[in-house]
């Protein structure tokens, strides 16, 4: 996995993420752009544990700066149908190990839940046998970066041809991916 073509900007806590901080990386988000060689459109946010559930209030905070979310290990955050509704054009790939804690495990459940009900493009990755180092095994694996090097935000005829699936899908083909291991 050398030569990415990407760059990692990685923002760590050790006391939770309060509004400050988020707006913080909201403003580096948009500034390093102006520095650095970065596609707007192809910007994502991930993080695990803390930094997975710090995800969420980035996303809320500003929706429109990222083409794709990938929290692993992260808590639900407050008002998962509100978050849902903000991402109807940022892709969500949720990863968890079975064997994590309920809060986590039930976290992504809820998180996954409220997007699809809202036709977020969006799949649960629910890992068994594996507990909250799960990360190890997705930020090692380059699966994990070619989906990541693939998202974009849409373009506006992509956002209609979006509105029309969404009319199609429910809870019952939403994608979720129980009992499977990267290679």
């Given at each position: 996995?050398?030569?990415?073509?990407?760059?990692?900007?990685?923002?760590?806590?050790?006391?939770?993420?309060?509004?400050?901080?988020?707006?913080?990386?909201?403003?580096?988000?948009?500034?390093?752009?102006?520095?650095?060689?970065?596609?707007?459109?192809?910007?994502?946010?991930?993080?695990?544990?803390?930094?997975?559930?710090?995800?969420?209030?980035?996303?809320?905070?500003?929706?429109?700066?990222?083409?794709?979310?990938?929290?692993?290990?992260?808590?639900?955050?407050?008002?998962?149908?509100?978050?849902?509704?903000?991402?109807?054009?940022?892709?969500?790939?949720?990863?968890?190990?079975?064997?994590?804690?309920?809060?986590?495990?039930?976290?992504?459940?809820?998180?996954?839940?409220?997007?699809?009900?809202?036709?977020?493009?969006?799949?649960?990755?629910?890992?068994?046998?594996?507990?909250?180092?799960?990360?190890?095994?997705?930020?090692?694996?380059?699966?994990f970066y070619q989906w990541v090097i693939r998202q974009v935000r849409p373009t506006e005829a992509m956002r209609t041809k979006a509105k029309d699936f969404r009319k199609l899908q429910s809870k019952d083909n939403a994608l979720v991916l129980i009992n499977r291991v990267p290679k």
């Amino acid at each position: 996995m050398n030569n990415l073509p990407f760059i990692l900007c990685v923002p760590q806590t050790n006391r939770g993420w309060d509004p400050v901080m988020i707006k913080a990386i909201t403003s580096l988000v948009k500034v390093l752009p102006d520095s650095y060689r970065v596609d707007r459109d192809r910007i994502i946010v991930t993080g695990l544990s803390m930094g997975g559930t710090g995800t969420w209030p980035a996303l809320l905070e500003a929706p429109e700066l990222y083409a794709a979310a990938v929290p692993i290990c992260g808590r639900p955050w407050q008002a998962p149908d509100v978050i849902a509704t903000k991402l109807l054009y940022c892709s969500v790939w949720n990863i968890v190990g079975g064997t994590d804690v309920p809060e986590f495990v039930d976290g992504a459940k809820i998180m996954h839940s409220a997007l699809v009900t809202k036709g977020v493009d969006t799949q649960l990755i629910i890992v068994p046998n594996i507990g909250h180092w799960v990360w190890m095994i997705y930020y090692n694996n380059p699966e994990f970066y070619q989906w990541v090097i693939r998202q974009v935000r849409p373009t506006e005829a992509m956002r209609t041809k979006a509105k029309d699936f969404r009319k199609l899908q429910s809870k019952d083909n939403a994608l979720v991916l129980i009992n499977r291991v990267p290679k």
